[in-house]
Nanobody, 122 residues
C-alpha cells in the first residue's frame, strides 16, 4: 500500500502565493510520474501540472507561468508553488503518483492524495 499526504492549502487573497506538498510513503519500489489535479465546484477534476521521474514538467495553459511543479525523489515528495493566484484557481487540489510496488513491481499503479482546499478571495 502507498499513501499520499498533502499539505499547504488554505485561504489567500488574489495575487498571493501558496505552496502545496504531497509525500508518498509505503511499499514503494519506484515512482514514475507525479501530478497535480484540481476540482472546482460543479466541474470535473483536471490535470494541470505533471512531472516525470526525470524532472520534465508540463502545465496547462491556465497555470503556465504562475505555477511551478517540482519533486524531491529522495523524499518521495512533489511540490506545487502557486504564485499570482486568481479567484478562478479556487478548488480542491489533489496529487497523484504513479509507482511500482515493492511487492509486485510488474505493474504501474496509481495513488491519490486526500485533497486540500485552496480558496482565493478577490
Amino acid at each position: 500500500q502507498v499513501q499520499l499526504v498533502e499539505s499547504g492549502g488554505g485561504l489567500v487573497q488574489a495575487g498571493g502565493s501558496l505552496r502545496l506538498s504531497c509525500t508518498a510513503s509505503g511499499t514503494i519500489f519506484t515512482i514514475n510520474d507525479m501530478g497535480w489535479y484540481r476540482q472546482a465546484p460543479g466541474k470535473q477534476r483536471e490535470l494541470f501540472a505533471g512531472i516525470t521521474s526525470g524532472g520534465s514538467a508540463n502545465y496547462a495553459d491556465s497555470v503556465k507561468g504562475r505555477f511551478t511543479i517540482s519533486r524531491d525523489n529522495g523524499k518521495n515528495t512533489v511540490y506545487l508553488q502557486m504564485n499570482s493566484l486568481k479567484p478562478e484557481d479556487t478548488a480542491v487540489y489533489y496529487c497523484k503518483v504513479e509507482y511500482r510496488d515493492k511487492r509486485l513491481t510488474t505493474y504501474l499503479r496509481a495513488s491519490w492524495g486526500q485533497g486540500t482546499q485552496v480558496t482565493v478571495s478577490s
